[in-house]
């Protein structure tokens, strides 16, 4: 009789050590790559966020019939909306800054959203060390704009 001999399948140990080193190198190379990205989805995430809220803001002045104010809060940053039971904070990294009118520091840090659906106008910027996003409210129609 002649010995058969078994075909054992599976993988060496040195062929599993090889791709885990190939996987480690390839994780190394690539994760500092996504990391650079993080910033930008952050403050661009927030920005949408921010429109959101003025969005929000322009259908309770509509829906409730009464005038509703989106004001900035120094301290600690955040935006609060009439009658909000709470502060809509940003992180840190992010400088947050609500005018009435495109460029202007006067007056109080503030928009106001009228029952018939108009606003009183105004610009949020939110900026990071890598990207700067602009909210536009219309004055005439509320209508909400985000600009990169």
């Known amino acids: 009789m002649t010995a058969k001999r078994q075909?054992?399948?599976?993988?060496?140990?040195?062929?599993?050590?090889?791709?885990?080193l190939i996987a480690?190198?390839?994780?190394g190379i690539v994760a500092p790559?996504?990391?650079?990205?993080?910033?930008?989805?952050?403050?661009k995430g927030e920005a949408q966020k921010a429109a959101a809220l003025l969005r929000f803001a322009r259908s309770r002045a509509i829906a409730e019939g009464d005038v509703i104010t989106?004001?900035?809060?120094?301290?600690p940053v955040a935006i609060?909306?009439?009658?909000?039971?709470?502060?809509?904070?940003?992180?840190?990294?992010?400088?947050?800054?609500?005018m009435r009118e495109l460029g202007s520091d006067e007056g109080?840090?503030?928009i106001l959203f009228y029952p018939d659906g108009?606003?009183?106008?105004?610009?949020?910027?939110?900026?990071s060390e890598n990207r700067r996003f602009r909210i536009s409210v219309d004055w005439l129609t509320g209508r909400v704009t985000v600009y990169d």
């Open 33 to 43: 790559r996504f990391s650079a990205l993080i910033p930008g989805v952050e403050i």
């Open 80 to 98: 609060k909306v009439t009658g909000a039971d709470r502060l809509y904070q940003w992180p840190g990294s992010i400088e947050l800054k609500v």
């Open 7 to 20: 075909c054992l399948k599976g993988f060496t140990l040195l062929e599993l050590l090889i791709t885990m």
């Open 108 to 110: 109080e840090p503030e």
């Open 24 to 27: 480690v190198l390839a994780i």
């Open 70 to 75: 989106v004001e900035q809060i120094e301290e």
């Open 118 to 127: 108009s606003s009183s106008g105004g610009v949020v910027s939110l900026q």
